[in-house]
């Protein structure tokens, strides 16, 4: 995992993974990240006042219907139950102010409503969708960025990091992002190839998502492949009738996958389709992307 070299105010964050894919979050701005916490604080506010007054309306009803009870009480008893009954006030109001991040983020994949409008999104350092325990980390720790008040404590974090993440973001490993959007299946093999440089030509197979440095591992993969003990080889033996335009799109759909910006269906449907044409069983929908990046290393290693 590598970070890019550019300056502070790049947001930019360049992951590879595994397979030699190299892809580039655009990392969200304090701007961005403030138009969405200034959203969420608008909810939550709602939100709470709607719950103070219904709390509020059920104690003056409770009370009322139980004002013998409460007056034969002595003060220490009065003292108890009025403190149980705060407690209770309050611990309501503390589980609407941690569990709206928690609960969004974790059935909307790392987004609350705030981020939806902004368009951000939360994601591990590795690229990988928030997890429960990351989710419960980051957000306990927002109120430690909240100090003293207005995130003071979070935006001077975030100012003296070129990624713009808070306390929560380094305690649980995660990043917001700038969600991408969404492409089908037609869109991307539509894609245009990105230009190389003057006196440059890409090695076959090889695309504008592989780095320099993932090209020159190909080409060396590509000079002497040992097929005969290669499970790859065994599993894809007519990958050669794949085209380099098809890894090209192989290559961009699983980088994309990666940021959620193309739906699972789709996956499948290339895994389908590329499968037929190697004369393949099609892999079941779960094992869809597995499918595709074991084809694109197939590739990587025997495509020509």
């Known amino acids: 995992m590598n970070s890019s070299n550019r300056d502070f105010l790049s947001e930019e964050y360049t992951i590879e993974t595994p397979e ?36 509020l309306g059920l104690l003056t009803v409770f009370s009322s219907f139980n004002t013998n009870v409460f007056s034969r009480l002595d003060d220490a008893t009065m003292d108890w139950t009025t403190g149980v009954v705060l407690a209770i006030f309050a611990l309501l109001n503390f589980v609407l102010l941690w569990g709206y ?29 928030i997890r429960f325990w990351d989710n419960v980390i980051r957000n306990l720790v927002r109120f430690i960025d909240f100090m003293p008040s207005a995130y003071g404590v979070g935006l001077i974090t975030m100012f003296c990091n070129r ?3 808070r306390l929560g973001d380094f305690a649980a490993g995660t990043l917001v992002v700038k969600e991408q959007p969404e492409l089908a299946l037609e869109n991307i093999a539509a894609r245009p190839r990105a ?8 090695p ?30 065994a599993r894809f033996p007519n990958v050669q009738q794949l085209s380099p335009t098809e890894y090209e799109l192989v290559t961009d759909l699983l980088s994309r996958l990666r940021q959620h910006s193309v739906e699972t269906v789709t996956v499948h449907r290339l895994a389908k389709i590329l499968a037929q044409k190697l004369q393949m069983e099609p892999p079941a929908p779960s094992e869809s992307q597995r499918f595709l990046t074991d084809l694109a290393e197939a590739y990587r290693r025997f495509g020509r």
């Open 20 to 55: 030699n894919v190299t892809f580039g979050y655009e990392v969200a701005g304090i701007g961005s990240r403030f138009v969405g916490a200034l959203v969420d604080t608008l909810v939550l506010t709602l939100a709470l006042i709607i719950l103070n007054v219904v709390l």
């Open 101 to 129: 991040y928690i609960l969004f983020e974790l059935i909307w994949n790392g987004q609350t409503p705030g981020k939806r409008v902004a368009k951000t999104r939360v994601v591990r350092m590795d690229g990988n969708p």
């Open 163 to 165: 990624h713009a993440r």
């Open 195 to 202: 230009n190389l440089p003057a006196g440059r030509s890409a």
């Open 204 to 233: 076959e197979g090889a695309t504008a998502a592989i780095s320099d440095a993932a090209a020159s591992t190909l080409s060396a993969t590509l000079t002497a492949p040992s097929r005969e003990n290669d499970p790859l080889w």
